[in-house]
């Protein structure tokens, strides 16, 4: 059973506007959230996190959005630069932050 | 910035033999390592968490005597695929928890995607 959801396996988006990459989750114990872009070839690197005593959190052009009572978290790109093209990863834990749970990803592809 | 190397990147093999893989932290000590596998469409799976001179913890449905991880220093972390099968090609990556000097919860490998044939 996959606690951590991403419906959308694929996102485009034309540079300079705003990326919108959405995760749900099924697990309310879960306290505190990641995303991680992943290039080709490349392990996941860390982006932005939340913890579920917050709703916003943001840095520079990335900000990550939690509704506790919908389960859900979104991650906010702007303005998407050609270089945001990855996939990108979130993922949750509830009270121990060696274990995640992560979703299957969304391949985003800015446009120039 | 940690550094988490991970090798090899790709091996193919044959059905019955056995692969391993090695997790190494560059520039940190890692006590805890995690071993997670991505199915082609899904969601990063941990397989097992890896304790630096302990036996490691597997997740539910995970074989631990067909997939054997060794942590024997605090640098290096190891995760054999014995006698593997086609079902066991996937991509597998290594992880490991960050010095408490960084934001970052975990630190990751680049991966090993393993095929077998």
């Known amino acids: 059973d996959q606690q951590v959801k991403q419906n959308s396996p694929s996102l485009s988006v034309q540079e300079g506007r705003i990326s919108i990459l959405n995760c749900d989750y099924t697990n309310s114990m879960f306290d505190y959230f990641l995303w991680y872009k992943k290039y080709p070839a490349e392990g996941p690197t860390f982006l932005i996190s939340i913890s579920s005593i917050k709703d916003k959190n943001e840095d520079g052009r990335f900000t990550v959005f939690l509704n506790k009572s919908a389960k859900h978290l979104s991650l906010h790109i702007v303005p998407s630069q050609p270089g945001d093209s990855a996939v990108y990863f979130c993922a949750a834990s509830a009270g121990n932050f060696n274990k995640f749970y992560f979703g299957s990803g969304t391949k985003l592809n800015v446009k120039p | 910035g940690a550094v988490v190397s991970q090798h090899p990147s790709w091996v193919i093999c044959k059905s019955g033999t056995s692969v391993k893989i090695e997790c190494r932290s560059l520039d940190f000590q890692a006590t805890t390592m995690f071993w997670y596998r991505q199915f082609p469409k899904q969601s990063l799976m941990l397989m097992a968490t890896?304790?630096?001179?302990?036996?490691?913890?597997?997740e539910q449905g995970v074989e631990k005597d067909k997939f054997l991880i060794n942590h024997a220093s605090l640098t290096l972390s190891t995760l054999t695929v014995t006698s593997a099968h086609p079902e066991d090609s996937s991509f597998y990556i290594c992880s490991a928890d960050p010095p408490a000097t960084t934001n970052e919860k975990l630190f990751f490998g680049s991966g090993t995607q393993l095929s077998v044939l």
């Open positions: 890896s304790n630096e001179g302990s036996k490691a913890t597997y």
